[in-house]
């Protein structure tokens, strides 16, 4: 299943965020993870940035690399990993080529890469298309979404963009202002394979103002909340 986290700015989801990947801890509460990760897993949790954290002075091989280095796999088995996650992430013609020799999406594409060797449980994603532009965000969103489909991946995504949560999420969790809470989950029941169709693009509508609606009304909340002092 794929999360999207959205609501008004400064409400908390990158701090959710961090709090679910274990990088802060919080104030009360807990964080409980259900069920088994897979046989295979290095990593039960993996994140991808929204600025790439690549290291220039690297190769995207290199790059991917970087995610192995502390686990003990034979040679043979880090190369195998490597040259399988940059095929599924279609960077195999790119393997030798340095970040600076990159588009924006295809260095995204080494940090999702760089992700997947590790075959996490969950795949945790702070706002990845944020920056790239808009032409460039639509062709990922579809690398992601033919990922998904593929890998039947778990992730958290953080977004502010309402148009990648309702084409990449199975559910939508939308946060309150400041102190963040859930405010409400919005379950999307057409398959994400179908939501390109046009017959789908009503209900999208739909749920976008829905969606749209709810963070107004707490971002619009915020602002009286600070002008009353």
């Not at 990760?37 to 290199?62: H, K």
Request: aromatic residues 4%.
């Amino acid at each position: 299943e794929t999360l999207a986290l959205i609501g008004p700015s400064g409400c908390g989801k990158s701090t959710l965020l961090g709090i679910l990947g274990g990088l802060l801890q919080p104030s009360s509460g807990r964080v409980v993870a259900e069920g088994a990760v897979p046989a295979d897993c290095l990593n039960p949790l993996t994140y991808v940035f929204q600025d790439f954290a690549l290291l220039p002075w690297r190769t995207v091989a290199d790059n991917v690399s970087l995610a192995l280095e502390h686990h003990t796999l034979s040679g043979n088995e880090r190369r195998r990993r490597i040259a399988e996650v940059l095929e599924r992430t279609k960077l195999s013609d790119f393997a030798s080529a340095y970040p600076r020799q990159l588009s924006g999406g295809m260095r995204q594409r080494v940090g999702i890469a760089r992700a997947l060797a590790v075959r996490p449980a969950v795949l945790l994603m702070d706002e990845p298309l944020s920056a790239l532009d808009a032409q460039t965000r639509d062709l990922l969103m579809e690398d992601f979404l033919d990922l998904w489909l593929r890998e039947k991946t778990t992730a958290v995504y953080v977004t502010h963009n309402l148009t990648e949560a309702l084409r990449l999420a199975d559910r939508v969790a939308v946060l309150s202002r400041r102190p963040g809470r859930l405010r409400e989950i919005v379950p999307l029941a057409i398959p994400q394979s179908e939501r390109g169709k046009p017959e789908a693009q009503a209900e999208l509508a739909r749920l976008q103002h829905h969606l749209w609606t709810l963070i107004k009304e707490e971002a619009r909340s915020a602002e009286r909340e600070i002008a009353d002092g």
